[in-house]
């Protein structure tokens, strides 16, 4: 049957193929002749929709309604729940197209026609010569016009979105690969951590991955452990284990801990939190996300009051996950258990500033929201990361990747918790 992931990609079990379903449903739901997305390598619905990694420049991807002629596949019939899909490729890209697109039709351009031109034409070829076409909201303003002058009605449509949320079971293979490579990147950070000692005669000049004065700091392997030498560390395990850290590897101590994204150099100083946030993606372009807070020589107050704040709240949040809870009532119940341990949960610079998870998938974030009031689906992947933050302290985040189940849910990768760094088998 088309547009079922029948193309080249397919005939094992490990092959990711793609779910057209969702669009052929909003095709008919709204009276359209097809549906097209442009972009390149870098947009990740062209990904999804596609499994196409390249290039960097601007290709299409078009679906239309089956029809009985696109009955050459397996000998099926047609129906209301199939398309025809077709990738535009660049010529230079045909062979690498033609392997990776897990459609009906790759349709190579030898003349250097804009993407929205090649779409155009893969819809007329198709017999849609004319009304509406269905978009996804941030399609390129040339390619709108383009198929706007070949005579088509534009419209928006969030219905690849909505069905990234859900992941099959390749895609969660992908992802568990993944988390597990970043687990391995928390495990080598927790271990220097654990090696390094304090040394309050230390100056910090002696490493050119300091960032400044080092009096009082930790120390690790003959210099002043930084936030960038420890993010070098995990970055290269993450090599090693075959994904990318994406610029994504996010290391903040005391202070710049509670910086939600802090990728800069900071000396770490005992006492104070060092939160590991590593999210790197994989070579089929699915993401990973674990993160551990830690503290050499914790002296016992906020940051372990905070710590066991949030271990709570991340039980609370998981004992509500399962397929038909509300994502909010997930978010709620976090929310709550910070509240009852004194952190505030209504400001964005102190306390619970954040959802309590979103999903994850060829995006770092994508749908689901945990904030939002969509109920949750079996196939759902979200992480469930509650954290406190204090500019003055720090900062406490604890995060896992799970998918939902009917009763409950799965975790795609396990490790385990102490705001003490350990010597771990």
Not at 15 to 30: F, K, V
Request: aromatic share 6%; with cysteine; hydrophobic share 40%.
């Amino acid at each position: 049957m088309p547009g079922q992931g029948a193309g080249p990609a397919s005939g094992t079990d490990d092959a990711l193929d793609t779910d057209y379903a969702p669009l052929a449903a909003e095709l008919a739901a709204r009276d359209a002749v097809g549906f097209v997305a442009v972009g390149d390598r870098f947009d990740d619905d062209l990904r999804w929709l596609t499994r196409f990694s390249g290039p960097d420049r601007d290709y299409a991807f078009v679906a239309t309604p089956a029809s009985d002629s696109d009955d050459d596949r397996d000998g099926a019939e047609a129906d209301g729940d199939s398309v025809h899909t077709s990738l535009c490729a660049p010529a230079l890209f045909d062979e690498q197209a033609r392997r990776e697109f897990p459609g009906d039709a790759v349709r190579v351009d030898d003349q250097g026609d804009p993407a929205g031109v090649r779409a155009a034409g893969a819809l007329a070829d198709r017999g849609a010569e004319s009304g509406t076409v269905l978009v996804p909201r941030g399609i390129p303003h040339d390619a709108a016009v383009y198929l706007e002058r070949a005579g088509y009605e534009v419209a928006s449509t969030d219905a690849v979105a909505r069905a990234r949320e859900t992941k099959t079971d390749a895609e969660i293979d992908r992802l568990r690969r993944v988390q597990r490579a970043a687990i391995r990147g928390i495990a080598r950070a927790e271990e220097i951590l654990a090696e390094a000692t304090v040394d309050a005669a230390a100056d910090g000049r002696d490493d050119a991955a300091g960032g400044g004065d080092g009096a009082g700091a930790v120390r690790w392997n003959g210099g002043v452990l930084s936030t960038e030498r420890l993010r070098r560390q995990v970055n290269e395990v993450l090599a090693a284990h075959g994904v990318r850290d994406a610029d994504n590897t996010v290391i903040g101590a005391g202070p710049t801990a509670a910086d939600l994204h802090y990728t800069g150099t900071d000396v770490i100083r005992p006492g104070e939190t060092v939160l590991l946030d590593v999210s790197p993606r994989g070579p089929d372009g699915y993401y990973g996300d674990v993160t551990r807070t830690f503290a050499v020589a914790p002296d016992g107050g906020w940051e372990r009051r905070a710590y066991l704040a949030v271990e709570a709240a991340r039980e609370a949040a998981l004992e509500e996950v399962a397929a038909g809870v509300p994502a909010s009532t997930v978010h709620e119940e976090a929310a709550a258990e910070l509240a009852a341990h004194g952190f505030r949960v209504d400001s964005p610079e102190v306390g619970f500033t954040h959802s309590t998870g979103h999903g994850v998938g060829v995006s770092l974030h994508e749908g689901p929201s945990l904030g939002g009031d969509d109920e949750l689906e079996r196939g759902n992947v979200v992480t469930i990361e509650p954290g406190v933050y204090d500019p003055e302290e720090g900062g406490v985040r604890l995060e896992d990747l799970i998918v939902v189940t009917d009763d409950g849910f799965e975790f795609l990768g396990e490790y385990p918790f102490s705001l003490v760094p350990r010597e771990r088998e």
